[in-house]
């Protein structure tokens, strides 16, 4: 985990249903996810959004990643 990427990572009720997006714009983390999912490139990410860093996609990954580590606790 890196807590300075991390730092990019904005929610705020009032924009986007209050799901976390990149430094405060109007991209959400699922929006750069869903394109990496569909086989985007970094590259091909930065070029269509050229607003967007390196960093801001590096940060959503990290971001999914500690979303995704959550304990399953099951009833014993």
Known sequence: MN???????TI???QCGGRPC?????IR?????GL???GASH????NDYPFLEEA?????LDYA??????PILIAA
């Open 65 to 70: 990643a500690i979303q995704s580590d959550h």
């Open 36 to 38: 990496l999912g569909a």
């Open 22 to 26: 990149i430094r405060g714009l109007r």
């Open 56 to 60: 801001d996609i590096l940060a959503a």
């Open 12 to 14: 705020d009720p009032g």
């Open 43 to 46: 590259q091909e990410i930065l």
């Open 29 to 33: 983390v699922s929006d750069i996810l």
């Open 3 to 9: 807590t300075k990427l991390l730092e990019r990572i």
